[in-house]
């Protein structure tokens, strides 16, 4: 037997405590901007690789360099999808939560079951000759709602 069959489940929970307590509930902001959260693998690359000859920081190809009122514009541009795309998430979000009204879902139904009954009312012609205005006074007249002379 391994040393990995031999596990316990108690050693198994206390593990599972262990990490527990060790998880943070709130997020870690990154350091140079305190507002954002931590990116996963954000870090200084280039103190990473200072001594890799191979590690280039200046005259690198294809670099692009922006000044401030270009960064200023893209941040704009970007401010207005952000806001775009939240809005359609809301509404979509809004539009998936009703249950009742005019909603997507309950046309989709309305459609369905308007096809399955119309599939059933050419069936019933097709077998009984009765054509479909007639099976709808036919069961109107057995519902009571016409024909009654009492």
């Known amino acids: 037997m391994s040393s990995e069959e031999n596990v316990s489940v108690d050693d198994i929970a206390e593990k599972v405590k262990e990490a527990a307590a060790n998880y943070e509930e709130a997020p870690r902001m990154n350091p140079d901007r305190p507002e954002l959260p931590e990116l996963k693998g954000d870090f200084d690359w280039d103190a990473k690789f200072s001594g890799d000859d191979d590690w280039i920081v200046e005259n690198v190809p294809g670099k692009v360099v922006l000044g401030e009122l270009e960064l200023a514009t893209q941040v704009t541009a970007l401010g207005k999808l952000e806001e775009k795309w939240r809005k359609r998430r809301v509404e979509k979000e809004y539009e998936e939560s009703r249950k009742l009204g005019w909603t997507a879902l ?31 006074e ?3 007249r057995v519902g009571g709602v016409i024909g009654f002379e009492g």
């Open 106 to 136: 309950a046309e989709s139904y309305n459609g369905r079951l308007a096809m399955f009954f119309i599939v059933v009312g050419l069936l019933t012609e097709y077998w009984t000759g009765v054509t479909l205005p007639g099976q709808v």
């Open 138 to 140: 036919e069961m109107l």
